[in-house]
C-alpha cells in the first residue's frame, strides 16, 4: 500500500545533530573549566602574573569562565567571543609571564591555546575546526615568538605535537560518534517509513472493520427489521434511522475522536431506541475520552440490539463502575463453545474493543443469558514507552569504538612523546623501556573494550603505577611538570580504556588516584609553590580534558536518547497526519458505496414511510450490507475477490447468499484460483432463493463448497488429476451441494521427498 509523502522526514538528522549540540556543549564546559582553574591557580600564585595587565586579563577571564559556565550557551556570538579570547592569549603570551622555562614546561595560555584546539574541534566540523585550529597554533607559537623568538619557538615541543595530536584525536572521536550517529539516523529513517506503512496497513484494516462494524449495528440492522417485516412502529424505525444517519455521518477517521464523553448519559441516550426493559445500576457519571469512549458507546448499543432481537430477552442490566461495565441480559443465551459468535459479537464487541485498546469477554449458557464485560485501558503517553533496546545496543557499540579510539590515540602520543623524552635524558633506553610497557598497557585493554576475556584491568594498573614512579623518580627535578615527564598525559589515557565499562564513581575514583599519585610525586620531589601551580596548569590543560573524556560515552548515550524521544515524537505527529489523510480518503471511497443506495432509504425510512416499495428495497440493502461487510472481514484475499462478481449477480437475482471462509486463506495462482472456483460459480448461477458458499483450507487442500436450491447444474463429479481439482456433487431433491477439491502438489512432493530422505538415512 503506498505511504502518502511528506518531503523530507522529520526526523532523519536527530541523532547527529544531538550529538553536534552536545559536543558543542561539552566544549564551552572544558574550555571555561580549564580557564577557570588555570587562571584562578595563576591569580593565588605570589608573583604571578608579573604585569598588573596580566593581573587584569586574568581576572576578566576567570568572570568570563563563570559566566559561560553557569550560562553554558553555544550560540554562535558566545561561541565566538570564547574563539576570541583563545587567540587572544595565544598572542599575548608576555603578559601572562616572561619565564622562557615556562614555555617548555607548562603555561596559562599554553592550557588555553591547548584546550582551545580541543574545543574548536568539538564544537565545529573539519573543514571550520581544522582553520581554527592552525590559527591558534599560529597565534601561540607568535606569542612565544615574543619571549624566546622564532629560532626558540622552533624548539618548542608544544608546537609539533601536542597541538596538532590533540585536534587529529578529538576530531577523530567527534567523526566516530557522528558517523555512529548517522547510521542510526538513516536506519531510523528507513524503519519509519516501514513502520508507518505497516501502521497505515494496520490502521487501515482496523478503521475498515470499525467502519463495517458501526454498518452492521445501524444500517445493516435498521434495514434487515424493515425488510423482513418485523413488528416494529414506524415511529421507532423513523427514530432509528435518523440515529443511524448521524452515527454514520459522523464516522469521519480524517479526524479520530478524542473529546471527553459522559458514558452514562451516552447510554441513557441509547435506551431509548430499545424497548426491552433495561436498569442502569453503579456510578451516576463515568467520563472517559478518546477510542475508548466511542468503543464503549457502540459496543453497549450493539449488546442492546442483540439482547433484544436474538436473545428475546425481558430485561436487561447495564452495570457501571469506575473500571468495566457489564452488560447482562436474561435472554435463551447460547453455547460459546458449539455457536459461532457472528459478526455483531465478533466484531462489534469483541474486536471493536480490542481496536481501542481494551477487552470484551463474553459469558453465556443456553437459557441462562448473557452477560458482555467490557475494560479499558487508559490513554497511553509518549513518557509509558520505554526507550528502544537499540539505544543501549548503541551504548554498546560507542563504547566499543570509543575504546578503540582512545587506545590508539593513546600509543600515538607515547609513539610521539617517549622518544622525545628517551634523547632528552640521560637514562635513554630505561625510558623506551617504560614506554613499551606504557604501549603494552593500552593495548592490554583490547580485550576489555571488546567486551571480551581476559580482562586484565588490576594488573595494567598496578603496572602503570610502577611505571609513573619509575620515570618521575628518573627525571631531574627542573624537568618535572615538563612535556618530558610524559606520564602526566599519556598514564591516564592509558588508564581510561580499562574504565569505560565500570561505574562512575570507580572510574573517577581510579582516574583521580594517579593524578594524585603524580602530583604527590613531583611535589616530593620537587616542593615550592611553583610545583603547585605547574601541577593546577596540568589539571586544568590534562586532568579535566580526560575526565570529560571518561564521560563522553555517557554523554552520547543521554544525547541518542534524547534524539529517540524526539524522533518518536515528531513521526508519531507526522504519521497520525499522514494515516488520517490516507483513511480520510479511504473513507470518502467506501462511504461513496453506502451512500448510493443506503443514505437515501435510511431517509426515507427517517420519515416514518413503509410501504411494500421500501421493505423491498431495504431487503435488498440489507442483503448488499451483508455481503459488504463479510467481504470486507476477507479483504485482500484473491479467491474473496474472484467470487465477488458471481455473489453479486446472485444478489442481484434476489438470491440470499451467505460467504463463509477462513480467516487465512492459501495463495494459489490465477488459473489454480480459476479452476477451483469454476464450478461453484456455475453452480451459484442456477441458485433460485439461497445458497451458502465456503472456502476453507486443510493441511494440503482448499475446498470451495456451496449448497443451494438449484434448478440444474451441468456440474459432475470429478476424480480429479493433477491439473484438475476433485469435484463432489450431491442432489437431494431440489438442493444440490458441490464441493471442490484442490490438493497442494509441490507440499505433496515435498512431503514425499521428505519420507525418501528419512528412508534413506534409516
Known amino acids: 500500500m503506498p505511504v502518502p509523502r511528506s518531503g523530507h522526514d522529520l526526523a532523519a538528522d536527530v541523532s547527529e545533530r544531538q550529538v553536534v549540540n552536545g559536543a558543542q556543549e561539552i566544549a564551552v564546559i572544558l574550555l571555561n573549566c580549564a580557564t577557570l582553574v588555570a587562571c584562578g591557580s595563576a591569580l593565588l600564585l605570589p608573583g604571578t602574573p608579573e604585569s598588573s595587565v596580566g593581573v587584569i586579563g586574568l581576572a576578566l577571564l576567570v568572570w568570563w569562565a563563570i559566566y559561560r559556565l553557569l550560562t553554558r550557551s553555544t550560540a554562535p556570538l558566545q561561541l565566538s567571543i570564547d574563539f576570541g579570547y583563545v587567540l587572544a592569549v595565544s598572542a599575548t603570551v608576555p603578559v601572562f609571564g616572561f619565564d622562557p622555562q615556562l614555555l617548555y614546561t607548562n603555561s596559562v595560555p599554553q592550557v588555553i591555546a591547548g584546550t582551545g584546539v580541543i574545543c574548536v574541534a568539538l564544537a ?26 622564532w629560532a626558540g619557538v622552533a624548539h618548542l615541543p608544544t608546537i609539533y605535537y601536542v597541538l596538532p595530536i590533540q585536534w587529529v584525536a ?16 538513516q536506519a531510523r529513517s528507513a524503519n519509519n517509513e516501514a513502520a508507518l506503512r505497516d501502521a497505515l496497513t494496520a490502521a487501515m484494516r482496523d478503521n475498515e472493520l470499525e467502519h463495517m462494524a458501526l454498518v452492521h449495528d445501524t444500517a445493516a440492522s435498521t434495514l434487515h427489521l424493515v425488510g423482513e417485516g418485523a413488528k416494529i412502529s414506524p415511529d421507532r424505525i ?15 477517521p480524517g479526524a479520530p475522536p478524542h473529546a471527553e464523553i459522559d458514558i452514562v448519559a451516552a447510554l441513557r441516550a441509547e435506551i431509548g431506541h430499545v424497548s426491552t426493559p433495561v436498569d442502569l445500576t453503579g456510578v451516576p457519571e463515568l467520563v472517559l475520552a478518546g477510542r475508548s469512549a466511542h468503543a464503549v458507546v457502540a459496543v453497549v448499543r450493539e449488546s442492546l440490539n442483540n439482547a433484544e432481537r436474538h436473545a428475546r430477552a425481558t430485561r436487561i442490566t447495564i452495570d457501571i463502575t469506575p473500571s468495566r461495565i457489564v452488560v447482562t441480559d436474561d435472554g435463551v443465551g447460547f453455547d460459546p463453545m458449539r455457536t459461532s459468535l457472528g459478526h455483531g459479537v465478533a466484531e462489534s464487541i469483541v474486536g471493536r474493543m480490542r481496536r481501542a485498546g481494551g477487552n470484551a469477554s463474553v459469558r453465556s449458557a443456553p437459557g441462562e443469558g448473557t452477560a458482555i464485560t467490557l475494560t479499558w485501558n487508559r490513554t497511553r503517553t509518549a513518557a509509558d514507552d520505554p526507550l528502544p533496546a537499540y539505544v543501549d545496543q548503541l551504548t554498546e557499540r560507542i563504547l566499543v569504538r570509543f575504546g578503540i579510539a582512545i587506545i590508539a590515540i593513546a600509543v600515538l602520543q ?7 623524552t628517551a634523547f632528552r635524558t640521560p637514562d635513554p633506553i630505561v625510558h623506551l623501556v617504560l614506554g613499551a610497557i606504557a604501549v603494552l598497557v593500552a593495548l592490554g585493554a583490547l580485550p576489555t573494550v571488546l567486551g571480551r576475556a581476559p580482562d586484565l584491568t588490576v594488573p595494567a594498573m598496578a603496572t602503570m603505577g610502577v611505571v609513573v614512579g619509575a620515570q618521575s623518580l628518573l627525571l631531574p627535578d627542573d624537568q618535572l611538570g615538563s612535556p618530558i615527564q610524559w606520564t602526566l598525559a599519556a598514564t591516564t589515557l592509558c588508564v581510561l580504556p580499562y574504565l569505560l565499562r565500570r561505574p562512575w564513581q570507580i572510574s573517577v575514583s581510579v582516574m583521580v588516584l594517579f593524578w594524585l599519585t603524580t602530583g604527590i610525586l613531583n611535589f616530593v620531589q620537587y616542593p615550592g609553590m611553583a610545583a603547585a601551580f605547574n601541577l593546577a596548569l596540568h589539571t586544568a590543560g590534562v586532568f579535566v580534558v580526560q575526565l570529560l573524556v571518561l564521560a563522553f560515552p555517557a554523554w552520547l548515550r543521554r544525547a541518542h536518547a534524547t534524539a529517540v524521544q524526539e524522533s518518536r515524537e515528531r513521526w508519531a505527529q507526522d504519521a497520525q497526519r499522514r494515516i488520517a489523510q490516507a483513511l480520510h480518503e479511504d473513507y470518502m471511497r467506501r462511504n461513496s458505496e453506502l451512500i448510493q443506495g443506503v443514505f437515501p432509504l435510511l431517509q426515507t425510512l427517517s420519515t416514518g414511510t413503509i410501504d411494500a416499495d421500501t421493505r423491498w428495497r431495504a431487503r435488498i440493502e440489507s442483503r448488499r ?14 479467491l474473496v475477490a474472484d467470487l465477488r462478481p458471481a455473489i453479486e449477480a446472485a444478489d442481484q437475482r434476489g438470491v440470499v447468499v451467505s460467504l463463509n471462509t477462513d480467516h487465512e486463506l492459501p495463495e494459489l495462482a490465477a488459473e489454480e484460483r480459476r479452476r477451483l472456483l ?32 438449484s434448478s440444474g447444474t451441468d456440474i459432475t463429479s470429478h476424480p480429479g488429476g493433477p491439473d484438475t481439482p476433485r469435484i463432489e456433487v450431491t442432489e437431494i431433491d431440489d438442493t444440490i451441494w458441490v464441493s471442490v477439491h484442490h490438493r497442494f502438489l509441490e507440499r505433496e512432493d515435498n512431503a514425499i521427498a521428505a519420507d525418501a530422505e528419512r528412508v534413506d538415512i534409516a
Do not use: F, M
Request: charged share 15%.
Open 124 to 149: 565545529a566540523p573539519p573543514k571550520w575546526s581544522l582553520p581554527a585550529a592552525l590559527a591558534i597554533t599560529a597565534t601561540y607559537a607568535a606569542g612565544c615568538a615574543q619571549v624566546i623568538g
Open 170 to 185: 578529538t576530531t577523530a572521536l567527534l567523526l566516530t560518534a557522528r558517523s555512529v550517529a548517522r547510521r542510526v539516523d
Open 238 to 252: 423513523a427514530a432509528q434511522a435518523r440515529r443511524d444517519l448521524a452515527l454514520l455521518a459522523q464516522d469521519n
Open 414 to 420: 607515547l609513539a610521539v612523546a617517549v622518544p622525545n
Open 625 to 638: 450490507l451483508r455481503l459488504y461487510i463479510y467481504q470486507a472481514r476477507t479483504t485482500g484475499n484473491p
Open 678 to 709: 469454476e464450478p461453484v460459480a456455475a453452480t451459484l448461477a442456477t441458485a433460485a432463493r439461497h445458497a451458502r458458499v465456503g472456502l476453507v483450507s486443510a493441511p494440503d487442500e482448499v475446498v470451495a463448497s456451496i449448497i443451494c436450491d
